[in-house]
């Protein structure tokens, strides 16, 4: 059971660019999210899915849009990339998005520099 | 909003040494929190989590946390601290106990322990 994958691994990308981070889980998990670690600033939620077809704005979601067209894939996609997108980028799922005492399971994360 | 206070950015002990992780959050009603542990080169992983019952919950590899209610606090403990727990450890909140946005955790800043050998 491979959990949650991330892809790429790590990215370099020109300012200006489109850009698709893509997550996968294989849990069955109703929720999925899409956070950014900056050094000083913890996670910082960019996007969730409590369900396949809907979507939710987190604490950060300007310039990133996500789609759940099914359970398991939860795409990030960056329009038009920014230097300060440049951040490590981690999906992550849980059972459900309406009961609050589930773990979050985590991926492996996304090294994204934007230039 | 609910936010989650994290008051040691960075903690160097040596091998043996006792630990306690600060961690207060901001929320008047239902919580339940977390203490998520991210080893070098590795994801975030659950170290422990609180949703109800005894205050004191015990994690992996020894680790325990303490909700005090009346203080906001969610504490990590560990008697003895090994190499191996060097780590980023953050704390985090969900606020509960059920409805639409349950399952979203806040985040704390994290503290990255290091550990000396």
């Known amino acids: 059971i491979a959990g949650i994958t991330q892809a790429p691994t790590s990215q370099i990308l020109a300012a200006g660019r489109r850009m698709t981070l893509r997550c996968t889980q294989d849990m069955r998990h109703n929720a999925m999210y899409w956070y950014r670690q900056d050094l000083g600033l913890g996670l910082r939620l960019i996007h969730y899915s409590n369900t396949a077809g809907t979507t939710g704005k987190g604490e950060v979601p300007d310039g990133y849009s996500v789609s759940r067209a099914n359970t398991d894939d939860f795409p990030l996609t960056l329009a038009s990339a920014v230097p300060s997108q440049t951040s490590v980028y981690f999906c992550a799922s849980s059972v459900s998005g309406e009961a609050s005492a589930d773990t979050q399971y985590f991926g492996p994360g996304t090294r994204l520099t934007v230039l | 909003a609910q936010s989650v206070s994290q008051h040691n950015h960075h903690v160097i002990l040596s091998e043996a040494a006792s630990l306690e992780l600060g961690c207060n959050y901001s929320?008047?009603?239902?919580?339940?929190l977390f203490w998520y542990v991210q080893y070098p080169g590795q994801h975030l992983q659950l170290l422990l989590k609180?949703?109800?019952?005894?205050?004191l919950v015990k994690g992996i590899k020894g680790f325990e946390a303490e909700f005090i209610k009346s203080k906001f606090s969610f504490n990590l403990r560990k008697p003895s601290v090994q190499w191996s727990d060097t780590a980023e450890y953050f704390c985090a909140v969900n606020v509960g106990p059920y409805n639409t946005n349950a399952g979203k955790s806040t985040f704390g800043d994290g503290t990255t322990l290091t550990v000396k050998p």
């Open positions: 929320y008047g009603g239902t919580v339940n």
């Open positions: 609180y949703f109800s019952g005894d205050p």
